[in-house]
């Protein structure tokens, strides 16, 4: 144990030596690493983010949800192309098939019949313009993540008798009624008046800049007084939410086969309908991150490289500048072995030190970004372990050649050198 200390101590000291000796050497040399490392672990904690982001954002939409509508969120398997002109004359998914699917289906556990459209919510001499409006069955909180911050949501009876009532989002509540407390106020869509009885938690936009803070939820049956159902400026959809424990590509193909058989498909007919889930989503996004992170390791490499070769010459003089001593220290008995370790150590302390002040400055603009930005970029621990394992490997590769070279010197000639 002692022996080991004293070596690791006379390595570290060597290592300090050959720091100091030459600085502007150094810095010009740590520089590379400090920039592989800069870069390479910057692209990782930006996939990070991203990744967390939209799984944040897929997870509002519901992983084990099924949305039934009349146009795929993606191309068909195989095409890279979306083939729109397929789908044009597809028919509109429609509450009887809702009333199918509630009554025919066993691993559903909520389902909702929605559309939604556009328009002017207007309160007194105040309006907000573009208002998304969805008119929904109850389940809708069910099956869609939201909460309610003030007031309530409507009943099973309010949505089935059509009542003229809304629930607004906390966007749509601020712009309207500012100060005012807007339950039980009276707002104006389409010329219909409707009562508002709740207002939505603030979600705020997620990556996709989805947020129900600037929407509003109305009963399906008052809806269809303002809205024409089967015009194409509304586009209906059907959410399906799976029971615990079931499997989504379960529920897909119970759907699929209650959806054809209500729509009178034949055998060989294609389905007139689409089925749609996030797990599509996060498919096309992992190409993307694959592509960034080969990104990053070809930029970051590149620097990598160059420091590599810097940390090979300072060795390389290292060995030069030490040759003597090595000498001394192997007619003295030390091993090959011993010298090896000793150089390859100090590589690995110099590779490092770049490293973690590659690290180093990421987290400083971290904390930048932060702070200015209202952001929450992490810095993981499996970043910074991946940062200082890169550096060690850097190490080990850009001393070897040097290190080995000392080792196998002949002390004689090492000596009178």
């Known amino acids: 144990m002692i022996i080991i200390y004293k070596f690791l101590k006379e390595s570290l000291l060597f290592a300090i030596n050959a720091l100091t000796s030459n600085k502007l050497r150094t810095i010009l040399t740590l520089s590379g690493v400090t920039i592989g490392i800069f870069s390479i672990i910057s692209v990782f904690t930006l996939i990070d983010y991203l990744e967390k982001r939209i799984r944040d954002s897929i997870q509002s939409l519901g992983d084990n949800v099924v949305y039934v509508q009349k146009w795929p969120w993606t191309p068909p398997e195989g095409e890279t192309e979306y083939p729109w002109w397929r789908y044009m004359n597809r028919p509109q998914p429609t509450l009887n098939e809702l009333k199918q699917i509630e009554r025919k289906s066993q691993l559903a556990q909520a389902s909702t019949f929605a559309i939604s459209s556009q328009k002017k919510v207007i309160f007194e001499d105040n309006s907000f313009d573009n208002v998304q409006i969805f008119g929904v069955t109850h389940n809708f909180d069910k099956n869609w993540s939201f909460e309610i911050a003030k007031g309530r949501y409507f009943s099973p009876v309010e949505s089935n008798g059509g009542s003229n009532i809304v629930v607004l989002g906390a966007e749509v509540a601020d712009n309207l009624f500012r100060d005012v407390d807007p339950i039980g106020k009276r707002v104006k869509i389409a010329g219909r008046k409707l009562t508002v009885v709740g207002v939505m938690l603030r979600q705020g936009k997620d990556l996709f800049g989805n947020s129900l803070d600037g929407n509003v939820v109305m009963p399906i049956n008052f809806a269809k007084n303002i809205f024409n159902i089967r015009s194409g400026s509304v586009q209906p959809f059907i959410i399906v939410k799976a029971k615990n ?173």
């Open 245 to 417: 424990g079931v499997e989504v590509d379960d529920l897909m193909s119970e759907l699929e086969g209650i959806l054809r058989a209500e729509r009178k498909l034949k055998p060989r007919q294609s389905n007139s309908f689409a089925l749609n889930r996030v797990s599509i989503i996060q498919k096309q996004f992992d190409g993307l991150f694959a592509i960034i992170n080969l990104a990053g390791w070809l930029i970051g490499g590149f620097s990598i490289l160059v420091g590599g070769f810097g940390i090979a010459n300072i060795m390389f003089v290292s060995v030069k500048e030490r040759t003597r001593i090595v000498g001394i220290q192997k007619a003295l008995g030390a091993k090959r072995r011993f010298i090896l370790w000793q150089f390859l150590f100090e590589s690995i302390f110099l590779s490092l030190l770049g490293g973690a002040a590659g690290l180093l400055l990421i987290f400083i603009l971290i904390l930048i970004a932060n702070s200015a930005m209202d952001l929450a970029v992490p810095l993981t621990f499996w970043n910074i372990f991946r940062g200082l394992f890169i550096s060690i490997f850097l190490g080990i590769i850009s001393g070897y050649i040097p290190a080995n070279k000392a080792s196998k010197m002949d002390p004689v000639v090492a000596i009178n050198h």
